[in-house]
């Protein structure tokens, strides 16, 4: 699937605006209270039409506005495909304008006035449920360091300004040259999530994400390595703080650069074995 249009109408901030996506990456840019939030949302309730987790409907219609439409052309395996929909306010209440809902293929009107009719074809066309579309697109900070910890040696190596053994973060840079491949589907990532999110263990599978393999690689290097040298933190193998000129030195004039050609030697032998 893919967003080729976003119009929106009496959306918060905005009264009427067109918003076209390109090929490639997209990004919406302005200050505070300008309406970039308001395209995720307006696009949320296009496609699925009730309101982001226990909020009503008076977050999105336009403050003082009667009723609020918002439009959605995406693409799909090459055919163009458009849903209305809007809402209406009467007094107090607001409520789905169900003469507004309408999802057309190529010009051609596919389902009407019925959401669970919109739901099911919107589902049949792209493969996307509410709760799948809603895990890609509203990943939350907590999940995203969920799945950072998942790989925790590769980002201890990289993040932590070797704090973690410089032979021990070759080895795994070079088992995810070797093993990473690109994970490209939106809904294999989700899965994951669910997964980190419920505490399942099946989540690190390798069948669930391309990169799954490449990650175990590096948490087994790791353990090998911690069974090995007892510690994968540098300055715990040599109880050396390299931030002070003296322990710099005392590292230098003894036998500790030998000792770490003898690491980095073992940790290429042992990621020669893994691949």
């Not at 999802?103 to 919109?118: P, T």
């Not at 263990?201 to 790791?222: D, P, Q, T, V």
Request: glycine share 6%; with cysteine; aromatic share 10%.
């Amino acid at each position: 699937m893919k967003i080729e249009i976003v119009q929106l109408e009496n959306i918060r901030s905005h009264i009427k605006t067109t918003v076209p996506f390109t090929s490639g990456f997209n990004c919406l840019v302005g200050g505070v209270g300008r309406g970039k939030s308001s395209v995720l949302y307006a696009v949320d309730f296009a496609l699925f039409g009730d309101a982001i987790g226990s909020r009503s409907f008076e977050y999105l219609i336009r403050e003082n506005a009667d009723w609020c439409k918002v439009t959605v052309v995406f693409t799909q395996n090459g055919n163009t495909y458009k849903i209305t929909r809007g809402l209406r306010r009467k007094g107090k209440s607001i409520t789905q304008d169900v003469e507004q809902l309408k999802l057309y293929e190529d010009d051609r009107l596919l389902a009407s006035m019925k959401n669970d009719a919109i739901s099911e074809q919107f589902e049949a066309i792209t493969g996307l449920d509410k709760e799948l579309y809603r895990e890609i697109i509203w990943f939350r900070q907590e999940h995203l360091k969920e799945l950072l910890d998942a790989s925790w040696v590769f980002i201890g190596g990289i993040a932590f300004l070797n704090l973690t053994c410089g032979a021990l973060t070759a080895g795994v840079l070079a088992l995810s040259s070797a093993t990473a491949k690109i994970e490209n589907s939106y809904s294999r990532v989700a899965r994951m999530n669910r997964l980190l999110r419920n505490k399942n263990n099946e989540a690190m599978n390798e069948e669930i994400n391309n990169f799954n393999r490449a990650i175990n690689y590096s948490e087994e290097l790791g353990t090998w390595f911690r069974s090995e040298f007892g510690t994968t933190a540098c300055h715990e193998i040599w109880r050396f703080n390299f931030s002070v000129k003296k322990d710099v030195e005392n590292y230098k004039s003894g036998r500790c650069v030998l000792q770490c050609a003898y690491i980095a030697k073992k940790v290429a032998q042992k990621v020669n074995m893994m691949i």
